[in-house]
T-cell receptor, first 106, second 114 residues
Framework: DAKTTQPPSMDCAEGRAANLPCNHSTISGNEYVYWYRQIHSQGPQYIIHGLKNNETNEMASLIITEDRKSSTLILPHATLRDTAVYYCIVPFDMRFGAGTRLTVKP | GAGVSQSPSNKVTEKGKDVELRCDPISGHTALYWYRQSLGQGLEFLIYFQGNSAPDKSGLPSDRFSAERTGGSVSTLTIQRTQQEDSAVYLC????????????FGPGTRLTVL
């Protein structure tokens, strides 16, 4: 089983921030948290990763709690094209889990 | 540059037949992964190759499944005596040395077992 838990689905209004949570309470000290997304009928796409500091790139921001037991992926201005399944993974496990199906609505 | 490629893109076979699925990783990537995804489900890890190390086969669902990676590049996933429950999209990913976890995925092979 995956070492992460995510809500099965979320909705977000277009133009608003989408905040996707992930729990990884059994994460060990040297394990990174990675986020991927999968748009319908395509292979997963890497988004961002982090260890303990918050990270930002052109796609998203990643906020990791101080105890590293959870993290939040933030899409600052969600668009319709961001509708996808978002996976949070702790790579040593190599299990993607079911992810969160994000639906961005106009 | 070229991404991960997989062939065939679609494969329809009859129950009991053997199938081979091919993955060409990004040139220079030392790690290669196979996953499968059933309709509406998340990704299921199957097997992982890293350089010359013994592969991690812990995700293979049965002994009908096997995979090889020849010359540290191309990989073939073989399913023997296919069953209807093997129907899924089979995804391959590769990642570069030193960045094991930033995986680049191919388009997948959709396998349908009749």
């Amino acid at each position: 089983d995956a070492k992460t838990t995510q809500p099965p689905s979320m909705d977000c209004a277009e133009g608003r921030a989408a905040n996707l949570p992930c729990n990884h309470s059994t994460i060990s000290g040297n394990e990174y948290v990675y986020w991927y997304r999968q748009i319908h009928s395509q292979g997963p796409q890497y988004i961002i990763h982090g260890l303990k500091n918050n990270e930002t790139n052109e796609m998203a921001s990643l906020i990791i709690t101080e105890d590293r037991k959870s993290s939040t992926l933030i899409l600052p201005h969600a668009t319709l094209r961001d509708t996808a399944v978002y996976y949070c993974i702790v790579p040593f496990d190599m299990r993607f889990g079911a992810g969160t199906r994000l639906t961005v609505k106009p | 540059g070229a991404g991960v490629s997989q062939s065939p893109s679609n494969k329809v076979t009859e129950k009991g037949k053997d199938v081979e699925l091919r993955c060409d990783p990004i040139s220079g990537h030392t790690a290669l992964y196979w996953y499968r995804q059933s309709l509406g489900q998340g990704l299921e890890f199957l097997i992982y190759f890293q350089g010359n190390s013994a592969p991690d086969k812990s995700g293979l669902p049965s002994d009908r499944f096997s995979a090889e990676r020849t010359g540290g590049s191309v990989s073939t996933l073989t399913i023997q005596r296919t069953q209807q429950e093997d129907s899924a999209v089979y995804l391959c990913a590769s990642s570069p040395s030193g960045s094991r976890y930033e995986q680049f995925f191919g388009p997948g092979t959709r396998l349908t077992v009749l």
